[in-house]
């Protein structure tokens, strides 16, 4: 069924989603066609690039969605962040969705449509049962992303499929109790997000989507994989001390979350 982006809550007001695309040195073509994709299903779409280059630059002039440039690189958790802080005032859902667009429109919609209909935060899975897997990826990657999600299983207390496919949406209200637990400013943001979510207590519901391997993707399959082993363990603690642990509590937070990073001296902030 065809989607707006905006359906009604029991007492008759609208429910707005919001949309942030995370982009690092994005195709621009590709951009701007998944980017008019979205405009067209949601009321509000916003892009966070960096290191944009001349030519993506010029096509977001004429796209309909706002953006957050940076010269620099944030990584995708802290630039997913800036985008959700700069729409949390306007939506009652808050989304993502990768900008390479290996997440099509209409499975997107599914995303926003469970939060909008019943679950603190909606994740999109391409390795749920039900998914419909259009294009794989290498053998290397499948395999790598496969031992990884079966080891988030293990040491996290949300149990999914999938951590890390490009689409998930919260709740605003789930959001602003989210934000301030969130430390991660690259890719392990997206499992930090889950486990959080499942340590204060929120519903979290997998989404199976249909899926398109990019293979000219930004995420290194297997560096990133690598990168990401440390950062699992550090969420799992960070899960388990706001869950009320007392062996993880005794040990306090050495980092800044990202949502108090702009008051920091040299913090990108907002846009």
């Known amino acids: 069924m065809e989607r707006d982006g ?15 695309v995370p982009a690092f040195r994005p195709d621009p073509e590709r951009l701007e066609g998944y980017v008019r994709g979205l405009a ?7 892009v966070e690039v960096d290191e944009p280059g001349a030519a993506v630059e010029k096509r977001l002039a004429g796209l309909p969605c706002e ?7 944030r990584g995708k958790g802290a630039a997913v962040t800036d985008g959700f802080e700069a729409l949390a005032d306007r939506a009652d ?7 390479d667009g290996s997440t099509p429109v209409d499975s997107v919609a599914d995303v926003v449509a469970v939060v909008e209909d019943r679950a603190d935060v909606g994740v999109g899975s391409r390795r749920h049962p039900a998914a ?3 294009s794989h990826q290498t053998l290397a990657r499948r395999r790598l992303g496969d031992a990884f999600a ?19 949406a919260v709740r605003v209200g789930v959001w602003r109790r989210l934000r301030e637990h969130l430390y991660e400013p690259g890719f392990a943001w997206d499992v930090e997000l ?6 204060l207590g929120s519903t979290v519901e997998e989404v199976p989507v249909t899926w398109i391997d990019r293979p000219d993707s930004t995420v290194d399959p297997l560096r990133t994989p690598l990168e990401l082993l440390p950062a699992l ?17 005794a040990v306090g937070e050495g980092s800044t979350a990202l949502v108090d990073r702009s008051e920091e001296p040299g913090g990108e902030g907002t846009r």
């Open 233 to 249: 363990v550090t969420v799992r603690h960070r899960a388990k001390r706001i869950a009320g642990s007392r062996l993880h509590g």
């Open 6 to 20: 905006a359906n009604e809550l029991s007492d008759g007001r609208s429910v707005t989603a919001g949309v942030v």
């Open 194 to 199: 889950v486990a959080v979510a499942g340590a």
């Open 150 to 168: 079966w080891l988030a299983r293990r040491l996290l207390a949300t149990d999914l499929y999938d951590y890390q496919c490009g689409a998930k």
């Open 40 to 46: 067209d299903r949601f009321p509000v779409v916003r």
């Open 67 to 73: 953006t957050g440039v940076v010269a620099g690189r």
């Open 132 to 134: 419909d897997v259009r």
């Open 93 to 99: 859902v808050l989304a993502f969705a990768d900008a």
